[in-house]
């Protein structure tokens, strides 16, 4: 072992006494190792880069599974963050204890990491899906297994630094500063590469749960083959066999996994989803999934995990959507989201619309709606109308680049503002772009999400509405099936919080616009004009006062 002295100063070479009590040279080395001292460096510095970019993927993947899971919540992602660098900490203070046995220690810790960081992804999925309807004690205990992993992960992380300090040092002792800067410019570079990994090659390609099993294995053979490999010499026989015997079987559990992942995938979207799923892919977007279509069973539609259409009440929800905008000139339409084509097939069953644009973000959505038998036989294969016009973009990008007063009605059907990438698009710089597309006299209806259990949110878009320059009507109407276009959080089918009302709001840029339906269009099998009427007096007594407006550098949506 090296004995502790005082580091040198910077750019200083620094010597000491060697085993015999002689004098030697900043290239002198205590520890023996199968290669040069040059090159042991190299090796140590690459390990560190794999570690690195393992350790982000860890860290990435659990940050994508508290969204995928659980709800697109900032403060949940905030937790996770923050309880790892936390964890961090403790783990480089904890770490300082095995400094004496660096190889061994650094050896078992990247094994251990290895595995929960490999098996992190499965575990959560697996308690998701079986466990997450039991309430009770256990209401929040897939959370509370998140916040565990990533304290576990976290820790071992953290650990790591010392000791590859210490590594590094008994190669070719150097000063302090110089060991560090060299150390973290590895790790930097490694966690961006690991960073860069996960979004563009792993999620789209692998998907989470093989993603993070490779992964583990990668971060296995690395540090097992680091410590065995130049760093052997260092450890008792005992250690070096236990080492390779840890690492064997923790190679042995992930590649088991991921042998039977697509397996489990099955049978854990059957636990969530039932057994009549049809569809599931993974887009650039999201997870597609479609359920029923056939048989006499109503087809739904999941957008990451979220009920998106309810085959049951879906008719309802579109007509409350579109037709109490289409009173007025409707020769121009267009349709935000709805890539699923019901929204357009409610436009387009009014005599007169000579152009509808729908700008959906998801490619994969329009071509389920297109080319699935259930999906494009419910839409009336709307998307495939001459008169259709399908763009495949963000809806706020786009709008900024639109023709002014170019649309008659603008419909807005997108995701609950509770959803993180969804929320910029109940802002009020997305409402004013909204409006500069209205021509005069033009409506604009929004999907504010459900009344009844998130009246702050619902009336924090018609306040936003509002503080756009718009002058507004909101209306509420009732529906059969919970969780269909519901709020941020995700869950079992059958046991997702209940969301049996949809909240509108219709506005205009002149006057104050009134819900009613086009005496010369077509006529709805769920409104009325009384029917109308009193869902405008029933979500106005929901009204919540005094919301502010919700901005893109200030979002007011709970989560």
Known sequence: MIEPQAPAPPGSTQSWDGPDGSRGDDTASELPL??????????VLAGVFVCAACGLVYELELVALAAYLMGDSVAQTSVVLSVMVFAMGIGSLAAKRLRRHAAAGFGAIEAALALVGGYSAMALYAVFAWT???????????RCLLVAFSLATGLLIGAEVPLLMELIQRIRRQDAGGAVADLSAADYVGALVGGLAFPFLLLPVLGQLTGALITGAVNAVVGGALVLGLFRRDLTRRARR????ANVCVLALLASAAVLVDDFERAARHALYGEDVRVAVHTDVQEVLLTGGRDGRPLNLFLDGRLRVGGRDELRYHEALVHPAMAGRHARVLVLGGGDGLAAREVLRHPGVRRVDVVELDEGVVRLARHDPALSALNAHALDD?????????????????????????????PHPGITASTKLYAQEFYGLARRVLAPGGRLVVHGGAVASRPRDFWTVDATL???????????????????????????????????????VLAAGRHTPRPRLDPAGPRPRTLTDSSLAADVRAAERTRVRGLPPSTLVHPRYTD
């Open 34 to 43: 199968p290669v040069r001292q040059g090159t042991g460096r190299w090796l």
């Open 132 to 142: 997450g309807d039991w309430g009770g004690m256990w209401a929040h205990g897939p």
């Open 242 to 245: 236990l080492l390779v015997v």
């Open 386 to 414: 001459h008169r259709v016009r399908v763009i495949t973009a963000d809806a706020f990008d786009w709008l900024r680049t639109a023709p002014p007063a170019a649309y008659d009605v603008v419909v807005a059907d997108l």
């Open 466 to 504: 509002r503080a756009a320059g718009l002058r507004t009507t909101a209306y509420r109407v009732r529906g059969r099936e919970s969780g269909f276009a519901a709020g941020p959080d995700r869950g079992p089918a059958d046991t997702a919080h209940a969301h049996r009302d949809w909240g509108f």
